[in-house]
């Protein structure tokens, strides 16, 4: 009978608390369990874009300062939300009025966007 010792070799997460620096346009971190280092996203205030009754948008600022596939920088980080549906012809003129007031508001980030950007430079 062998007296010799297997060894295996097991990925594992060593989890410590990281200290980052935070811009003073995030409003916190959803969730504070990050697994790499490159998830970490910062996130600014959220925006649903609502307009007549058609939630059109949810938008805010975003920057992932350590990710290779994702902004470094502050970006606006824009999500379409469910538009799919049948309308009647007044729905479509309510739907359109809620696209163009949306696409103002919109405008409106990006240029909170373009000082926060202006603020790094």
Wanted: charged share 30%; with cysteine.
């Amino acid at each position: 009978m062998s007296t010799e010792h297997r060894t295996a070799i097991v990925k594992v997460f060593v989890t410590k608390p990281l200290e980052i620096e935070e811009p003073d346009w995030c409003a916190g971190h959803r969730d504070d369990r990050a697994e790499f280092k490159a998830d970490i996203t910062h996130h600014g205030r959220e925006h649903v874009l609502e307009v007549g009754g058609f939630p059109l948008f949810r938008a805010m600022l975003a920057q992932a300062p350590y990710s290779q596939h994702a902004p470094s920088v502050p970006a606006l980080y824009v999500e379409q939300l469910d538009l799919t549906g049948s309308y009647t012809p007044d729905e479509v003129e309510d739907l359109a009025d809620a696209l163009v007031e949306a696409a103002a508001r919109l405008r409106a980030l990006g240029r909170e966007l373009d000082a926060v950007l202006e603020e790094d430079r």
